[in-house]
């Protein structure tokens, strides 16, 4: 059965990716559940031939996939730094204050909030994920447990809410009614208010060989040039784009309505124009990715096999989604890694969905001393690096595996 585009509904046959199928990247395993059967579904990645919106088709709903997440953003440390420096650039560039109003979509556990809140801005907090949005309630941090779109913007304008400042952080990939969603920024933003939108930057993506940052709760892998005319179709204009290091290469989008007098920025032309470069306004842009991923899947299994031949012991650091992917795409289980590491105590004591491979509290690295430590979610490699620098004292060595194998 042929799926149809997200965006403009043009039947989707062009593949990017064939990632086989893998179980839903953030459903781990209680090991009480361990003789349970666990649901696999495919990841195959389309190109739309007539948008070039990159997307996985739908599969299941996002109810089942976000109702018990597992992800707290307040666990990672370099993300935290993250939200403080943006809640410093935008209170002081929109002069905001107590009768402003912030909202976010997505707002996870308030790892963002807090900091407005810190200053006396009135916050609201979007988040479906109701495990999560506890936690940001328990800061004192209003929150709505609804999946955000038209309808549930229209309900909190009815409610007098007119935003200054909305902002959605990695969650425009993750909607798979991206024309819903969309629509209920336009509805709720203030007439001169702004919306910054981060997402993974699909140049970086294809350029990166980061084929893990794929999984099922992605919908959608994004360029530029296709938000531009995504929002387009909802009367939204981008007047300005920055180039963040976060998630291994995201844009950061400053949104405004069509009709504003906001002048559009020298960085918009920039960003399009490296994406034209790189044929993503073509098919040619998204033909060679997967034979380079699955080179690069010979290479780790090639690293992994010769390490293990070597009777090395082989520990990885977290637990991401990515690193789900990555594992169950190259087959890799406790055959190779006998466990994996993560701060967040949601995931310790659990089994990775697929691999099966254990996830321990970071200790167990220095009890068990293993020789190589791969670290799963490499766009924070040198956090965990300064974090586990004491592995050197064994002689342990860190590996990441994406774009290419890495030792050090
Ligand atoms: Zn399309």
């Not at 001169?192 to 939108?197: H, Q």
């Not at 992994?304 to 789900?324: S, V």
Request: proline share 5%; hydrophobic share 40%; charged share 20%.
């Amino acid at each position: 059965m042929l799926s149809k585009c997200r965006f403009c509904g043009a039947p989707l046959s062009f593949t990017f990716i064939d990632l086989a199928s893998s179980p839903l990247s953030n459903s781990y395993i209680n090991p009480e559940r361990i003789g349970a059967m666990e649901p696999f579904y495919p990841l195959h990645v389309y190109v739309c031939e007539r948008c070039f919106l990159v997307q996985l088709e739908e599969f299941e709903s996002p109810q089942s996939i976000f109702g018990d997440y597992a992800y707290f953003s307040s666990f990672s440390t370099s993300w935290l730094d993250h939200a403080k420096r943006y809640t410093e650039k935008m209170v002081a560039e929109l002069s905001l204050n107590t009768n402003s109003q912030v909202v976010e979509i997505a707002s996870n556990d308030g790892y963002l909030l807090q900091y407005f809140k810190e200053r006396n801005i009135p916050v609201l907090g979007v988040e479906p994920a109701k495990n999560v949005a506890a936690e940001a309630v328990k800061k004192g941090i209003p929150t709505e447990t609804e999946f955000f779109g038209a309808a549930q913007a229209a309900a909190m304008c009815a409610r007098g809410i007119a935003a200054d400042l909305m902002t959605a952080n990695n969650v425009l990939a993750h909607v798979p009614d991206i024309n819903d969603f969309v629509e209920g920024f336009r509805l709720l933003l203030a007439k001169e208010g702004i919306i910054t939108f981060e997402f993974p930057h699909l140049l970086r993506l294809i350029e990166e060989l980061q084929f893990d940052t794929i999984y099922h709760e992605h919908f959608s892998y994004l360029s530029l040039s296709v938000v531009m005319r995504i929002l387009q179709a909802h009367e939204l204009r981008v007047f300005k784009v920055e180039e963040l290091p976060t998630h291994g290469g995201s844009l950061r989008l400053y949104v405004c309505h069509r009709m504003s007098e906001r002048l559009t920025d020298s960085s918009v032309s920039r960003v399009v124009e490296a994406e034209h470069q790189a044929k993503l306004d073509t098919l040619e842009g998204y033909m060679n990715f997967e034979l380079a991923v699955q080179t690069l899947k010979r290479k780790i299994l090639g690293f992994l096999i010769q390490a293990k031949d070597e009777g090395k012991a082989i520990a990885a650091y977290g637990a991401p989604a990515k690193g789900n992917t990555l594992l169950n795409y190259c087959g890799i289980r406790t055959d190779f890694i006998d466990y994996t590491v993560d701060r967040s105590p949601a995931k310790q004591d659990s089994l990775l969905p697929g691999s099966r491979i254990p996830v321990y509290a970071p200790e167990k690295i220095f009890e068990t001393r293993p020789d190589y430590v791969v670290i799963l979610p490499w766009n924070l490699k040198d956090e965990i690096s300064g974090q586990m620098a004491e592995i050197s004292r064994w002689g342990g060595k860190f590996v990441t595996f994406v774009p290419n194998v890495e030792v050090w």
